[in-house]
């Protein structure tokens, strides 16, 4: 698999996408990161409500068992102090309640902010990068089989512009079915640039 173009200036265009696509993901996994952290701050005031209102309903149920113990009335005294402490649990679980709810509010809050920006850069990059890899790919395995030249500059003259066809020969097809060796020279650089590659000497692809 052919990753980089064998051109220094295009090659060093793709390391450098490469390396911001990079650092742009990085940046929006520590931003989504901080997001998240300053969130879970909310679930501050919940916790410690939960905390205080269940310290709170032990204390009740201990003063309601205490109380219990007296004579004739301790079922009676002990009443208003279950209640209390009943209300006390329903006020620790509104805390725990608001918790969760900040909790799951960070989670998708941290995806959303990493999720979102990363996918579109990716929609933008990754295709032309896919394409050049699968491009470059296909043709250095021709030039790595010793293959022809002809068949870059057949592809030349499919894929190039005509203005650019015109610079190499007044008529570059004609000049292709006669085997002019510089002209199918020239044709076929022009294939192997737009792919990344570099062309070799005639003498070494065969």
Known sequence: MKLYADLPLRRARQVVGDLLVLVWIWVWIQVAGSVRDATLELAGPGRRIDASATDLAGRLRD????????????DDVRSPFDGAGGAAEGIAGAGRDQVAAVESLAHWLMITV?????????????????????RAT???????????????ALRAMAHQPLHVLARVDDDPAGAWRRGDTEV??????LELRAVGLRAPDRGVAG
């Open 184 to 189: 199918v020279d020239r044709l076929a650089r």
């Open 114 to 134: 990493a999720v979102v920006p990363i996918v579109l850069v990716l929609l933008l990059w990754l295709p032309g990068r896919i394409r050049f890899v699968r």
């Open 63 to 74: 003063a309601g068992d205490t109380v219990s113990g007296i004579p004739l009335v301790g």
């Open 138 to 152: 296909a043709g250095r395995r021709f030039l790595d089989a010793r293959a022809d030249l002809d068949l870059f």
